[in-house]
T-cell receptor, first 115, second 116 residues
């Protein structure tokens, strides 16, 4: 299995809703990432997990709450979002070793719309 | 801090022709990695090619090749025999190894359109 999967593909939610995004990989990668991407812009890093521990939080508002239950799974819990949070949310994973295969593998993303 | 600059927001090329996308970066590090990612209209980010800074030889992957000039901090992508499926946003990205989890620094992207 050489891919990163993300569910759901699309999500529409109100500002008072609570929802979660899910990301899964079975490549044995030990670093996992959440990005936010607006149209025609590069991805912006939100969080990094290394060996299931949160290692980077790019000053993301607390209405976004990441979770890494195990080495294959990454969740992003959403609560009280704002319309400006509407974006494509990308998950990525990467082998945690100094090798030639050190690129990040991206999932297909979840398109989030906040009404 | 690292920065990546892509000076061409949009480019177009005729099918079967060759096009070069430019990328420059700024860093004080000596060991790092450079990547070109492609994002077609589906918005799936796909790795096109990678280059390790310690390797002098330019990377190639089929129709895609890079011109890596370390002293000039330049990393351009050449696409030969362009195909309609190459139409996409192309992002140049920089990475250094960090114990906290090696982040990618992206350029602003170049939208490439291949015309029939």
């Amino acid at each position: 299995d050489t891919e990163v999967t993300q569910t759901p593909k699309h999500l529409v939610m109100g500002m008072t809703n609570k929802k979660s995004l899910k990301c899964e990989q079975h490549m044995g990668h030990r670093a996992m990432y959440w990005y936010k991407q607006k149209a025609k812009k590069p991805p912006e890093l939100m969080f990094v997990y290394s060996y299931e521990k949160l290692s980077i939080n790019e000053s993301v508002p607390s209405r976004f709450s990441p979770e890494c239950p195990n080495s294959s799974l990454l969740n992003l819990h959403l609560h009280a979002l704002q319309p400006e949070d509407s974006a494509l949310y990308l998950c990525a994973s990467r082998p945690y070793s100094v090798s030639s295969y050190n690129e990040q593998f991206f999932g297909p993303g979840t398109r989030l719309t906040v009404l | 801090a690292q920065t990546v600059t892509q000076s061409q927001p949009e480019m177009s090329v005729q099918e079967a022709e060759t096009v070069t996308l430019s990328c420059t970066y700024d860093t004080s590090e000596n060991n790092y990695y450079l990547f070109w990612y492609k994002q077609p209209p589906s918005r799936q980010m796909i790795l096109v090619i990678r280059q390790e800074a310690y390797k002098q030889q330019n990377a190639t992957e089929n129709r895609f090749s890079v011109n890596f000039q370390k002293a000039a901090k330049s990393f351009s992508l050449k696409i030969s025999d362009s195909q309609l499926g190459d139409t996409a946003m192309y992002f140049c990205a920089f990475m250094i190894e960090e114990t906290s989890g090696s982040r990618l620094t992206f350029g602003e992207g170049t939208q490439l359109t291949v015309n029939p």
